[in-house]
């Protein structure tokens, strides 16, 4: 199975203040196709996960531009450009690309 | 607009089965699949299988199988995942979440739509 791992477990943030999330997978997320299916979710919380950004770097309808995603191959990143009070909550990324798996999550909190 | 409704809470006795439902709505039920996916109290997220609506194929996890068992009515849109021989780590809540018609031809890999979760406890 592809093991995913966040960093870090646990981001206080200041309001307004930008905040960063590292995704690492233990090989390649790279499909047989070509894609990368790395996407990245948001739980508020006491709600079900919400999906953010698909193949890397594809905001979802409705998703705020502040959120941003990049990376390839293993590394992947999830930024948050200016965090306002309601981005609090645990975010996963997840992969497609071999089964299905998620992150451990990281828990976006303001100081 | 896309919505998944899932069943009510339920509470099992150990070695008991569950049977969960998730009714799609504001899509054609045929063209996705449904991935399970459940949530220990404050833990994070793990994948337990997917099925396709379109061809009623799956994929389980392995550390599932043999006790889980999805399935879809088609007529109802609505999805069904079933486990047996309860244990107490069990208890969690259990998410629907929308997923691709087939396991590895993807075309966005994401969970985009999820239910609203149901808890399921296991306690004698």
């Known amino acids: 199975d592809i093991v995913m791992t966040q960093t870090p477990l646990s981001s206080p943030v200041t309001l307004g203040q930008p905040a960063s999330i590292s995704c690492r997978s233990s090989?390649?997320?790279?499909?047989?196709?070509?894609?990368?299916?790395l996407s990245w979710l948001q739980q508020r919380p006491g709600q079900p996960p919400r999906l953010l950004i698909y193949k890397i770097s594809n905001r979802f309808s409705g998703v705020p531009d502040r959120f941003s995603g990049s990376g390839a191959g293993t590394d992947f990143t999830l930024k948050i450009s200016r965090v306002e009070a309601e981005d609090v909550g645990v975010y996963y990324c997840t992969q497609a690309t071999q089964f299905r798996t998620f992150g451990q999550g990281t828990k976006v909190e303001i100081k | 607009q896309v919505q998944l409704v899932q069943s009510g809470a339920e509470v099992k006795k150990p070695g008991a089965s569950v049977k969960v439902s998730c009714k799609a709505s504001g899509y054609t039920f045929t063209s996705y699949g449904i991935s399970w996916v459940r949530q220990a109290p404050g833990q994070g997220l793990e994948w337990m299988g997917w099925?396709?609506?379109?061809?009623?194929?799956?994929n389980y996890a392995q550390k599932l199988q043999g006790r889980v068992t999805m399935t879809t009515d088609t007529s109802t849109s609505t999805a069904y995942m079933e486990l047996r021989s309860l244990r107490s780590d069990d208890t969690a809540v259990y998410y629907c979440?929308?997923?691709?018609?087939?396991?590895?031809?993807?075309?966005?890999?994401?969970?985009?739509?999820w239910g609203q979760g149901t808890l399921v406890t296991v306690s004698s």
């Open positions: 099925i396709s609506a379109y061809n009623g194929n799956t």
């Open positions: 979440a929308r997923d691709e018609r087939y396991f590895d031809w993807l075309l966005n890999g994401a969970f985009d739509y």
């Open positions: 090989q390649s997320l790279v499909h047989s196709d070509g894609n990368t299916y």
